[in-house]
């Protein structure tokens, strides 16, 4: 199998940012992301920022995964653009998780690692 | 998702609409009398300090956006509740009702000296239009709000205008023969950078505008730093003009320099053209003074820093406890005698002091952070850092040091300062150590600062 870097990045942050960040990761230059509504909640167990004590018990919030695949070459760079873009320096910001990815095939031409995941060629 | 409207062209208005106020005017005609056209490199110094304090609270306004409080709540995350208070909630405080008092007796001096026959004296002029902003502000009535940007362009388009005609010798007046440098002496430039600090401060205020402004992160800083190139090139040629159409002695004692200038360069029609626009914009900026500072107060006993009676509302929901101590005070100021140029000049240089030490916190701020935070993604990183901010601190304490060239003045407002911080100080040891029960220097947490925004944060603290 051919060696592949890729990696892939899931951004966990909350409704309202969602469509900023697709707006904003198309002039980054990514061709493809998947998006997914999911609920869950992070160290504050789902406490709001502006009340006093933490729950005892978690409170699921609604929540929105951004799922995107790149080089990992390009990793960097685009942590930093994601970061910059979510940071409002409230408690929900959210949670980026990267992850090694093995290999990519795209089904309708076979293409494999990081052709799979690039503009497609002329099949 | 909000439409953001405003463009860098936007943010150096509003950026040189905030700082320019007819006070500048009193500290220009009055530098420039003291040593000619020399004072354009004083100018230059205080312009150069009054940007790299622009570049710190960019960053600091990336780490911790869209905060009403601003400069406090940073303090807040960086330095704790004491020096907060101290510096953030009475020098503030304290800076901008003294300098208002300054721009509300500039409003009574222009009418008497517009107005000679009628014989009143510039307080009861000034007295009578506090008293009358008061009621204003008391009854919710923000008449000014919707004529404010077309004043203070007023004011700015007036200034260029006139000083283009005075320094390219096209007025209608006199032309005067004098020396156009009077010192070059670097003790007696440096000595006026309290002066020259004076005309570029306040460019702080642009911040809160930043949510409003499409690619903020790019457009705010470079519209505050063109902002202030703007207020130097404009003032400048305000010196020139200056030297070419009004004695410098007489300038020198001037209250209303600028009517001084207008009546020097075009006769009867300059004198009449700067005293509407200057009436206007001085009536305009102590209104949104007594107005925003009574909410600054508001939003100070939000945070718990000031007594919970500043949270009081009439009916009209405006704040009246705050609006009537702060119009209170400049009523109070005006009416006990403040007119002579001395005076004025005393007061605001004693503002100004205040208002540089709330700056070299606000660099100190951007050093804590950096170390504290070294990771959050800032959308916005004042380049050279240490270095940018330690060139700040060390600039604005050699402002301070130079406030005055005059070491009797010196001495009397380093004395005025500190008898004005000791209350403060009893008061923010006492507060914090009895009402807000917190270590006296442990910085909030940030997510904390953030949260006290909220409108829910004090009724979920309160109830606990």
Request: glycine share 10%; aromatic share 10%; hydrophobic share 50%.
């Amino acid at each position: 199998m051919e060696k592949v870097e890729l990696v892939k990045v899931e951004i966990i942050t909350n409704m309202a940012k969602v469509d900023m960040l697709r707006q904003e990761l198309g002039k980054f230059g990514i061709s493809g992301m998947t998006v997914y509504e999911a609920k869950g909640c992070g160290v504050q167990l789902g406490t709001k920022e502006y009340e006093a004590e933490t729950h005892s018990e978690p409170i699921l919030l609604d929540k929105q995964v951004v799922m995107v695949v790149l080089e990992e070459r390009e990793l960097a760079e685009f942590l930093d653009f994601v970061e910059k873009e979510l940071y409002t320096g409230h408690i929900g910001d959210g949670k980026i998780f990267i992850s090694p990815i093995l290999n990519v095939v795209r089904i309708r031409t076979g293409e494999e690692g990081t052709d799979a995941i690039a503009e497609g060629k002329a099949y | 998702m909000e439409e953001k409207k405003l463009g860098l062209g936007s943010v150096i208005a509003t950026g040189v609409g905030l700082v320019v106020a007819t006070s500048c005017l009193l500290s220009l005609g009055i530098g420039a009398a003291s040593i000619g056209i020399t004072f354009i490199i004083t100018m230059v110094i205080a312009c150069v300090l009054n940007m790299l304090l622009a570049l710190s609270v960019a960053e600091l306004n990336a780490v911790m956006p869209n905060l009403t409080g601003g400069l406090a709540q940073y303090t807040l995350a960086c330095m704790g509740p004491f020096i907060t208070v101290i510096v953030m909630v009475g020098g503030y405080l304290v800076c901008n009702t003294v300098i208002s008092s300054v721009e509300a007796a500039m409003f009574g001096n222009t009418l008497s000296s517009v107005f000679p026959e009628f014989g009143i004296s510039g307080n009861i002029y000034s007295g009578v239009l506090i008293l009358v902003l008061i009621v204003l502000n008391l009854k919710g009535v923000d008449m000014f709000a919707k004529v404010q940007d077309f004043v203070a362009f007023a004011l700015i388009f007036s200034l260029a205008v006139m000083g283009i005609l005075g320094a390219l010798h096209l007025g209608a007046g006199e032309e005067v023969s004098q020396a156009a440098v009077l010192s070059c002496d670097f003790t007696d430039i440096t000595g006026l950078c309290g002066l020259g600090f004076f005309l570029f401060i306040g460019i702080e205020y642009v911040i809160p505008i930043s949510k409003e402004v499409k690619n903020a992160r790019k457009n705010v800083p470079m519209g505050m730093i063109i902002g202030l190139l703007s207020i130097l090139i404009m003032q400048s040629i305000m010196v020139i003009g200056f030297k070419n159409y009004t004695p410098w002695e007489e300038l020198g004692k001037d209250a209303t320099p600028h009517v001084l200038y207008g009546t020097m360069l075009l006769g009867k029609a300059g004198t009449v053209w700067m005293a509407v626009v200057s009436v206007l914009a001085v009536t305009s900026s102590v209104n949104t003074v007594i107005s925003s500072l009574g909410y600054i107060c508001y939003g100070m006993a939000k945070i718990n820093l000031l007594p919970a009676f500043f949270l009081k509302t009439n009916k009209k929901g405006a704040p009246y406890v705050g609006i009537l101590i702060i119009g209170g005070t400049i009523f109070l100021i005006n009416i006990t005698g403040l007119s002579g140029t001395d005076q004025l000049s005393f007061l605001l240089l004693s503002g100004c002091v205040f208002w540089m030490i709330a700056y070299i916190v606000t660099h100190i701020n951007v050093l804590i952070l950096r170390k504290r935070l070294p990771k959050v993604p800032r959308t916005f990183k004042a380049p050279f850092t240490p270095a940018l901010q330690i060139v700040g601190i060390l600039g604005t304490l050699w402002m301070i040091y130079n406030i005055d060239s005059d070491a009797g003045i010196r001495i009397r407002i380093y004395r005025l300062c500190l008898f004005t911080f000791i209350p403060f100080v009893i008061y923010a040891f006492v507060w914090v150590k009895k009402v807000v029960k917190k270590p006296l220097f442990k910085a909030y947490p940030v997510s904390e600062v953030m949260a006290m925004e909220h409108e829910l944060y004090w009724e979920h603290h309160r109830k606990k």
